[in-house]
């Protein structure tokens, strides 16, 4: 026995280093643009640049005697394919055991959900900003004042402790986090909240958002008047907030509304679609095996590589079909518009856009 046990360290041993010495010749960038983009979802350029700020920030050095480089095209690997760590590992640039895989993932989201996320997540839209959003949506689809789309997202995660199981059960079957994403008409993602479990509806993650609370103060303050943005028939209408109208005649102006409002925020479907395509970890086919608040953390990260890739310009990954897509047309249910203290408001602001078409 003791002979057994000591032939099986021995064979540990040599694995070990040997792995150590494959990971430590480990180059990603010695890959091809496009199978650097593949494994990674972002192009060289983007990649350095966040490697840049991974360094910044784990100057002090970590528990791991991983060079910042793996650590980070580890985390990304995982979160282009999304399933278990272990696969991961298993890649032939990288090399790691899970433990190594799931540390490494761990120190990366911890240090880049603090340095990318107010970076490149920003909601607190500046003159041009807007001016610029309002002229693409009245020119695109003569949708005047808008600023933004706001939709809901499932992103799919195990199966939670039983007491808790409940609250994050969502309509479609599973359990889940409901994302709730503002993006602009570049498809960039300007606000993201992961912390509402999967039962929770979209009405009532948006009244207790950073994002309705800002849009509020604004218009209390009437920097904010004339200007909205978009949702489905599952948010309420307000001043700074523009929905359907409910049951509208066929022909009528306020139908002609209703398809105009839904041109205009598919945008927000298209984003949320190109963001899982892009990190697969956040389909429900893949489920991420970590609990809501590290999900969460993926998620938020995910959103600010997404915007990143749009600004290094990173090619679109190949279509897939997202299988909650068209979510928000499956899942409607009427906000209720009865606490709706600025209604009148809201409702005259919805009739004179309306009178446009």
Sequence with gaps: MAVVLLLNS?????????RRRIMDASNPFELDDLKFVSNFRLNKRAFK??????????????????PPILMLASTLRFFAEGGYQFGVGKDATLKMSQSSVSKCIKIVLNKLEV??????????LNHEEKEEMRLHFFEKFGFPGVIGCVDGTHIAIKSPALELRHLFYNRKGFHSLNVMIICDHKMRIRFVDATHPGATHDALAWKVSAAR??????????????????????????????TPFRSPVPGSIESKYNIQLSKARNINERTIGLLKNRFRCCLKARQLHYSAEKAAQIVNVCAALHNICIFFKVQDCEN??????NESLLMDFDADENENTHLNEAQNARDRIAALF
């Design 320 to 325: 897939i079909d997202v299988e909650d897509r």
């Design 213 to 242: 609370s800002h849009l509020l103060q604004q218009y209390t303050g009437t920097e904010l008047r004339n200007n909205w943005l978009l949702g489905d028939a599952g948010y309420p209408l307000e001043p700074w907030l523009m």
């Design 115 to 124: 340095k990318l996320g107010t970076k490149w997540i920003n909601f607190k």
């Design 49 to 66: 640049y966040v490697l840049d700020e991974l360094s910044i920030e784990i100057q002090g050095g970590t528990s791991l005697s991983i």
């Design 10 to 18: 021995n064979g540990e041993e040599r694995d070990h280093v040997l």
